[in-house]
């Protein structure tokens, strides 16, 4: 623990020996391992938990072990984090950001990540830490672009175009200026030492895999071939940096699945097939893709649900064709009669909810490369401050990001019969674990 005064410095990481690494989550052909046994992830999507985790300003490490707690005793293994983001001008971001501009960084705001840390593993928890993101509410790639190209930072919230956002935000692929500032920030974070116990990251099994962004896309649903083969190359090439890096951690991509690769199946494929890619992950928003309509949830239920299942199937089909797992990172459905409001209820989410853990559940129990669930999002304790449901500066942090209102998608701790569903279904995955 002599490095442990040190702020987050790169650290000569020590070799670890046989018994530590059976520690690490890893890939055993299309299954997971941890401690000797098949791991399945009964996980929650937890942006915001370092943030909580900061010694000061946004910090509240109180309610931190609070959500770890309540999430631990419902069974939920792993939480899905953002790692970094960028400090911009645009509204629909949070504030402040852990990257102040190139190479300037906000080490209090890493140290809440440390602590973070911390006390996942002191709860046997997991963590899949994001290192950027394809959407505007960290900041993310368009903020690059504004550092190195001169763009302007788009915020969709405001352009009210999301087909010229994800276009242009895809340049960032082969931006080189950019790719470097990213390269950079990714060894500072992946060669970070722990400021609260003195661990360098690589060798702390509490992280179960670095990913490239949350939800990174080759551009929008019309991105051509040569799109398509910078994305290709970026994850390849990017993954290959991070294992360089860090010879114990898995690394995945944070891609949605085929909503995700301009609904091109083998561009899927072929952009994860990389032996740098150690597993797959998907997302299912029914919503958001226009295949449920909130306002009409009894006419286009079957429909959305159809479509879902279709969704979830395929992928663990295409998992087993690459022979990796695949998990299901992010799925969410808003509260009864599109409703924000906390006292809304969730009866249609429910439902869909268990519609997905139990295929999930079934796949699973019959072998099949599928590892496991995050929900979309943990709301916890957090609430909504504003009448409008817009998330501002010294606002709760909850399980919707800045960019969308805040309880959108947020299952929060008074909503007693979803957390009843994760629990129970928490509990079946476990059970899997031989
Ligand atoms: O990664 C994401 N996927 C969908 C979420 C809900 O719309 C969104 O908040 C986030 O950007």
Known sequence: LAMAGMAGGAAEAAPVSAAGKSEFVSVKKTHFARKGKTYYIAGANFWYGGYLGSPSGVGERARLRK?????????????????????????????????????????DLLAGLDFLVDELGKRDMTVVLYLNNFWQWSGGMTQYLNWFEGTPALDPNVTRDYDDYMAKTARFYASKDAQKEYRGTIKKIVQRVNTINGKPYRDDPVIMSWQLANEPRPGNGKAGDKEKAIYTTWIAETAQYIHELDKNHLVSSGSEGLAGSAQDAELFMASHSTKHIDYLTYHLWPKNWGWFDSKKPVESWDRAIAKSRDYLNSHIDMARTLGKPIVLEEFGLDRDGASFDIKAGTSIRDRFYGEVFGLIQSRAANGDPIAGWNFWAWGGAGRAANADYWWKQGNDFMGDPPQEEQGLYSVFDSDASSLALIKEHAGKLRALQK
């Open 67 to 107: 959500e770890l707690d309540t999430m631990k005793a419902l069974g939920i293994n792993n939480v899905r984090v953002l790692a970094v983001s960028e400090k911009t001008e645009m509204s629909s971001a949070v504030r402040p950001a852990t990257t102040n501009g190139p190479g300037k960084y906000d080490e």
